[in-house]
């Protein structure tokens, strides 16, 4: 069974910061990458930031390049997402994802961000 843990999330006023936080664990379970996404009024998934578990390789949506940083924590399976300059538009549940090679795809519960003045 995978369980995750998320946390991080809140509210924040416009040029605000928050760090959002997941680890991901189960018996015998090899992760390759994880990341985070969030989803548009459209409902469609939109990456925010994800990177492979070894070499260290990211990737960032436009939208926040810049002022997001994904980052892989000490402990195995854990990575964080530093969001500077946060904007009202970045208002959303962020959804922890988790892929375990190609065909096995994990998702966390997800934690609200709220940015306003």
């Known amino acids: 069974q995978v369980q995750f843990v998320e946390s991080g999330g809140g509210s924040v006023q416009p040029g605000g910061s928050l760090r959002l936080s997941c680890a991901v664990s189960?018996?015998?379970?090899?992760?390759?990458?994880m990341g985070w996404y969030r989803q548009s009024p459209g409902n469609q998934w939109e990456l925010v930031a994800g990177?492979?578990?070894?070499?260290?390789?990211?990737k960032y949506g436009d939208s926040v390049k810049g002022r997001f940083t994904i980052s892989r924590g000490d402990a195995k399976n854990t990575v964080y997402l530093q969001m500077n300059n946060l904007q009202p538009e970045d208002s959303d549940v962020y959804y922890c994802k988790a892929e375990a090679g190609a065909a096995t795809t994990y998702w966390g519960q997800g934690t609200q961000v709220t940015v306003s003045s």
């Open positions: 189960g018996s015998s379970l090899y992760i390759s990458a």
């Open positions: 990177m492979l578990l070894s070499g260290e390789i990211t």
